[in-house]
């Protein structure tokens, strides 16, 4: 068995959630947030046997969008008056970011 932990961005999660429990998977979602942008993420964790992993991984690439977030920078500039001005910069987000792990047991008691 595998374990797919999952980051995705909030706006896909619902969708993701609607399609991949549909195919018969089971996840547990759990509130996160990015250490760069700082901003509410998306963990899931989805067990799934070894022979349907690729299709997760396809039904995550499918449904998850690559976005644009701005994240503003306040950057120095050099003129006769010193000054530091905010500037804004696009950093590209998603689509999900996965790792998959070795389960060494799964156990429901
Ligand atoms: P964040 O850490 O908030 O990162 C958001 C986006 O900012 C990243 O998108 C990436 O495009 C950019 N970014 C991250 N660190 C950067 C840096 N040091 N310099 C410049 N740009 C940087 P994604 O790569 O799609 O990652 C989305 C989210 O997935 C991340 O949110 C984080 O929560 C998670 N993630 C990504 N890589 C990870 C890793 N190696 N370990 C743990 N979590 C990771």
Redesign the pocket.
């Known amino acids: 068995m595998k374990m797919a932990v999952t980051?995705v961005?909030d706006k896909d999660v619902g969708k993701l959630l609607d399609r991949i429990t549909k195919a018969g998977y089971s996840a547990t979602k759990l509130a996160?947030?990015?250490?760069?942008?700082?901003?509410g993420?998306t963990?899931l964790l989805i067990g799934v046997e070894e022979e349907k992993l690729e299709a997760l991984l396809e039904l995550i690439k499918e449904t998850c969008k690559?976005r644009t977030?701005l994240?503003t920078q306040v950057q120095p500039i050099m003129g006769p008056v010193d000054a530091h001005v905010p500037v804004p910069i696009e950093?590209?987000?998603?689509?999900?970011?996965v790792?998959v792990l070795d389960v060494a047991q799964f156990l429901k008691v």
């Open positions: 980051i961005q996160s947030s990015g250490g760069f942008l700082r901003s993420n963990t690559q977030e994240l950093v590209p987000v998603g689509g999900a970011t790792f």
